[in-house]
């Protein structure tokens, strides 16, 4: 059997992965974080991350521009662009958002808006075809493909891969399409606003909560692939929900 955590969406929340952290047992065989790491946390991100005895797998999404493609952020943590990881019997392979690979920085382009994005989509069809190559070479069938942004088209360019991880869209979501199945495992940074119960707030007293979720995702021959998400679910007795407001200035509820 082999177990994996998933997550994403951390957005320099270092808390909230330690609350991950405390919750679960060192009983995994690799952790994935599938972009959104934050761009100024990430050294104690990935510490935390580290505590687990396994591999820590990682793609980059849009909060991740100001980090280092090739930066390392510990002997046990893997940029996965492009680069099959083996785990188990499965292999992890990912997709770092387009625009952000230092291939992109080699790419003549020119200054004309029009030729920048004509070289643009050239350049993502190419790192597609890409990843299309190495999924078809490293038997697609054991492959996990991971990436920021929901991919499409998956038929086409990722035939026979059963599982699609991806965050961005704040809300787990597990759904098959055509005999792939495609697991949104964000966000473990998830903020919702409170205020005390019975008390009117002005926006100085507004507190937050953190209503993260995760994956745990097990893989044995006889089931395929079980998902299960857990959610931080915090304690909200004396506490009020507020809608549709976020002020960044509100501290967290202990
Ligand atoms: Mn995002």
Known sequence: MTR????????????????????????????IVAGDIGSEKTGEIFEV???FDCPVLYVF?????????RESFGERCHHIHLSPYPVG???????????LDPDWDGVDRGDDPGAIAAARQLHFDRQRAKLSAIVA????????VV??????????????????????I???????????????????????????????????????????????????EREGFVVEPRRFDPEFSGWERIDGIFHSSATEVE
């Open 170 to 220: 704040h809300r787990f979501e597990d759904v098959t399409y055509r005999g792939q199945r495609f697991v949104n495992v964000s966000a473990l940074d998830k903020k919702v606003m409170v205020e005390k119960k019975g008390q009117r707030a002005t926006p100085g007293d507004y507190r937050y909560l953190n209503d993260g979720s995760y994956v745990v995702i097990t893989h044995t």
């Open 137 to 144: 070479a490293h038997r697609p069938e054991r492959a996990i």
């Open 49 to 51: 991350f580290q505590t």
């Open 4 to 31: 994996i955590l998933a997550c994403s969406d951390i957005h320099n929340n270092v808390k909230a992965v330690q609350q991950l952290r405390a919750r679960e047992a060192n009983d995994f065989d690799a952790v």
């Open 147 to 168: 990436s920021h942004y929901r991919l499409t088209r998956t038929q086409t360019f990722l035939p026979g891969v059963p599982l699609c991880l991806f965050g961005h």
């Open 89 to 99: 019997d499965l292999s992890i392979v990912g997709e770092t958002i387009d625009g």
């Open 61 to 69: 999404g849009n909060w991740d521009r100001r980090l280092g493609y």
